[in-house]
């Protein structure tokens, strides 16, 4: 156990040695990872803003289906069961004249005008059934159902789905996803380039030091032994490129909403990723780490498997 325990000891002393004697590569390979991990927690931060915004649009979003005054309680039903059991639909509430009515004083209380003219005449409102989605981009679903001919004929007026906006809805969906997989993409790309350069700078570490190593590997040391200390030091990048990465999207909230006194930029509403980044501070700093270090003993294994292959020369 002493043994191991010094042995343990020597390899993390060798690997913050190797840190500091590669100061200047160090630098480099840490800018790009905490580039790459500083877009990896803004992606996750944006997707999850996103997310909320669209949960939020997807609330207020229903689509009505208008039916005609010579539908029977019966028919109404028998229709709102059906539509009840499609996977993308979850809730669906039904009106009847009255209750439509009622919704829409409630609706337009503030219009004066407007009401006055509804009250001066029969209720002119259609018995309604209003259908929330769980998910917007599988409204074609509920679409085609309430859209088929045997329902179409207890409609009196198109569903409010169609027209402008519909338009509009397919757009949100549509910008969302697209969003989402360009952060996916963008993660990936930098995550690439970080192993690569984290791999060269191993390669170049490996390479100054070619006959220490070789005389290590004369003396008997074994291979992880040799690996180890490369190992510690990608590993103090990923812990320092971690902790910088999470304090540069902080100071940019900060930024944001102290000196531009904002709560949205565009499309982002800043207050929420705000509010969703401090809540989990400490978890996305645990998972900044932990990519950090993977992505560092990753790179640093690759290259160290492929370039100390060391052979004891013969007598």
Known sequence: M??????????????????????????????????????????????????????????????????????????????????????????????????????????????????????????????????KPKDLNKMDEIRSFVTKPEWQKLQSDPISDSGERRATIDKITHATNILQRAGIIAVAVFALISVLIIFNTIQMAIFNRRDELQIMRLLGASTGYIRAPFVVETVIYGVFSAIISILIINALFITASSSLQATSLGLLEISYSQQYFQERYWQLLLMQLTLGILIGAASSMIATQRYLKFKTPKK
């Open 2 to 131: 002493g043994r191991r325990t010094t042995t343990t000891g020597r390899i993390i002393r060798t690997g913050f040695l190797y840190f500091v004697r590669n100061a200047w590569l160090a630098v480099a390979a840490m800018a790009t990872m905490i580039i790459t991990l500083s877009i990896i927690l803004f992606s996750i931060i944006v997707n999850a803003t996103f997310a909320n915004q669209v949960d939020q649009i997807t609330n207020k979003i229903d689509i009505s289906v208008y039916l005609k005054d010579t539908v029977t309680p019966a028919q109404a039903k028998s229709f709102v069961a059906k539509v009840e059991r499609l996977s993308n639909v979850e809730q669906v509430t039904y009106l009847d004249k009255a209750a439509a009515l009622r919704a829409f004083i409630k609706q337009n209380s503030g219009n004066d005008k407007l009401l006055a003219a509804v009250n001066e005449t029969d209720n002119p409102l259609p018995a309604t059934v209003k259908i």
